[in-house]
């Protein structure tokens, strides 16, 4: 169980000074798929950079099964990564590259032999092991890193953008395998991605960085939908925005009538309305839902779906996408207007910035 | 014909302006070589191919005697001079920031800053003085002063390859447990190696072929190469001193040559 209280992080000093990471307060669990995911310069790699020690906090505490870890240096931390450069040694083997955190140790030549077959083995990569690593592809490159980082048998194993490098199709695999390796070994691991896709379908958890904070921390399906603020539902999936105002459990979409809601009781005043696409119901009136209707602007055909952007009696925009299904409605045409309904249950009020900034 | 980008090759006239230059550069070279398999003792008059004035100047004494005080003092001085510019090019791109490094820079290539006469009657001045009063007249005096110029030559090739080894690869080491002393034995000594033997090799020709410095410095008596040949140019020019200086030379090419094919070695 890792404990990070507080942890902040500014490099520089004085006008110069640049908070990477502001206060961040979480615990990752014991054999926890852990992510942190958010838009680039967010302060994900230095949070990895903190715990695996190559940087020290300019405040807040980590705490490693109860001990604090500030004072060790990063040669002793039970804590393995694997860079997103990969990072193998180049004039080392496969082999070499794996026994070396084993060897540097200094385990017992027989236990090192013995654990570089294991994990070479567990990465498929045994009909490799002596070829120098530099003549490797990168999909061999990441599974022999993986290898090397898994051998000294880590308490966490910190992953920074391990599978940006890779092609579409590699990187699918590589998802599904280290999925498969995490859940087997019961490890814990902390995984930084940019891409919210591989966050989604991998993590126990998410936790979404922005400017150095902690957004959100939640289960993927908590995250899509309750996000915790518009930032987090702007970044995890597509979302449309309708502004509104919320009084006395009843929440007033702009230009429409009142309805009660349960989610507005919490709330006074001007909100912002996020509708996931796929929740809003294209050419029917349904039930319990906001009516309304749109003019189609453009249908974009995704394969499984078909996106379809429409513009409300009011002005706003909307993004709809209707499911591609074997009977669906082909019938949508653009310039056409069509009636929506927009479910009371997926409507989600987030907290409106600009109603709190003034 | 305009996408075509620009080359100097298309420029009118380049052509012969580069065939002119290499004759400049290698023609003299290449009659030495000559003139050094040469039977005939007299230059200009060719009497045919012999390797006789070669077989002359390995049994000459004084040309043994040269030639490996030669080899004595290039080896040792490269050694040290790439000691010294290995520390000086990790503390440069290693560890912190260090104050001062334009500085450094500075002292390092002193050697190609200051002429080389300033540098050698300098050197002369301090040295006599020393000899003076420790009464040793051996060949450490050249060793340390061809040490000083050999510096900045053992240290380019040393800091070529650690500005472009990638420096993940010793985080990634401490990351595995490594201490320091432990990565930079198994890590980046072993990126390191090809240049530092770069730099030893041409330390050592810098030092092999230097005259100047050598003149000045050397206790009487004692003779490098160059400034043994030097000597034996006053007195007659023979076709020996042809085959010495074919000898020097293909001394120093295949050292240039060697180090060449390591630096262009990837990391
Ligand atoms: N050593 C440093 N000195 C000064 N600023 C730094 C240093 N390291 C990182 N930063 C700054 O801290 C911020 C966060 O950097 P970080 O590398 O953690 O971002 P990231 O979330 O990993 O981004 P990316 O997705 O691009 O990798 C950036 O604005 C960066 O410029
Ligand atoms: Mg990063």
Redesign the pocket.
């Given at each position: 169980m890792l404990e990070i209280k507080s942890l902040s992080k500014t490099?520089?000093a004085g006008v110069a000074a640049?908070h990477?990471l502001r206060s961040v307060d979480v615990t990752v669990a014991e054999g926890e798929f852990f992510t942190l995911l958010?838009?680039?310069?967010?302060?994900?790699?230095?949070?990895l950079r903190l715990i695996a020690g190559f940087?020290q906090p300019t405040g807040g505490q980590l705490v490693l099964d109860g001990q604090d870890i500030a004072a060790i240096p990063p040669s002793r931390r039970p804590v393995n990564t694997v860079f997103q450069s990969y990072a193998l040694f180049p004039h080392m083997t496969v082999a070499q590259n794996v026994a070396f955190g084993l060897e540097a140790r200094g385990t017992a030549p027989g236990d090192v032999a013995r654990r570089v077959d294991e994990m070479l083995q567990l990465v498929q990569m045994d009909h490799l092991r002596d070829r120098k690593s530099a003549a490797l592809s990168g999909g061999q490159q990441q599974r022999v890193a993986l290898a090397r980082a898994l051998a000294p048998r880590p308490r966490i194993l910190l992953l920074?953008?391990p599978l940006s490098a890779l092609d579409l199709k590699l990187r699918k695999e590589m998802q599904a395998e280290l999925k498969r390796l995490q859940r087997e070994m019961g490890l814990t691991f902390i995984f930084?991605t940019?891409d919210q896709d591989e966050a989604l379908t991998m993590s126990d958890r998410i936790a979404v960085?922005e400017g150095?904070r902690l957004q959100q921390v939640a289960t993927p399906r908590d995250l899509y939908d309750h996000p915790a603020n518009r930032f987090v539902a702007g970044f995890i999936g597509e979302t449309n925005f309708l502004p509104g105002r919320a009084a006395e459990g009843q929440l007033r979409l702009d230009g429409f009538a009142p309805v009660a809601l349960a989610e507005a009781k919490a709330v006074n005043g001007a909100v912002t309305v996020m509708i996931r696409p796929e929740h809003i119901i294209v050419g029917r009136e349904a039930p319990d839902c906001v009516q309304t209707s749109g003019q189609i602007d453009e249908l974009v055909f995704f394969g499984t779906d078909t996106h379809v952007k429409l513009t409300l009696p009011g002005g706003a925009s909307l993004t709809a996408r209707a499911q591609n299904s074997l009977h669906s409605a082909t019938d949508l045409n653009p310039g056409q207007t069509v009636p929506l309904s927009l479910p009371y249950d997926a409507l989600r009020i987030l907290p409106d910035e600009a109603a709190h900034a003034v | 014909m305009s996408k075509r980008k620009f080359s100097v090759r298309h420029v009118p006239g380049a052509a012969p302006i580069a065939i002119v230059t290499f004759v400049a550069l290698y023609a003299p070279v290449l009659i030495l070589i000559a003139n050094a398999f040469n039977a005939g003792p007299v230059i200009g008059r060719w009497e045919g191919f012999s390797g006789r004035w070669f077989v002359a100047a390995i049994g000459n004494d004084a040309f043994r005697n040269a030639a490996l005080n030669s080899l004595i003092v290039a080896a040792l001085a490269a050694l040290i001079s790439t000691s010294l510019a290995t520390m000086a090019a990790l503390a440069i791109t290693r560890g912190r920031r260090l104050r001062g490094e334009g500085g450094i820079f500075v002292v390092l290539n002193q050697p190609l800053l200051v002429p080389e006469i300033v540098l050698a009657i300098a050197l002369m001045i301090v040295l006599a003085q020393i000899k003076q009063a420790t009464g040793y007249h051996g060949l450490g005096y050249l060793i340390v002063a061809h040490s000083t110029f050999c510096i900045p030559f053992a240290f380019m090739p040393i800091r070529a390859r650690l500005e472009g080894m990638d420096l993940t690869l010793e985080t990634a080491a401490m990351d595995l447990y490594a201490g320091r002393f432990y990565t930079f034995r198994r890590v980046t000594l072993p990126l390191l190696a090809p240049g530092i033997l770069a730099g030893f090799m041409l330390a050592f020709v810098v030092s092999l072929d230097n005259v100047v410095v050598s003149s000045f410095v050397k206790s009487p008596g004692q003779e490098t190469l160059p400034t043994y040949l030097m000597g034996e140019l006053r007195r007659n020019l023979s076709s020996e001193i042809y085959a010495i200086s074919a000898l020097l030379l293909f001394a120093s090419v295949t050292v240039v040559a060697a180090s060449w094919l390591i630096t262009r070695r990837k990391p």
């Open positions: 490099f520089g640049y990477a958010g838009p680039s310069g967010c302060g994900k790699t230095t949070l940087e920074d953008e930084v940019h960085m150095g | -």
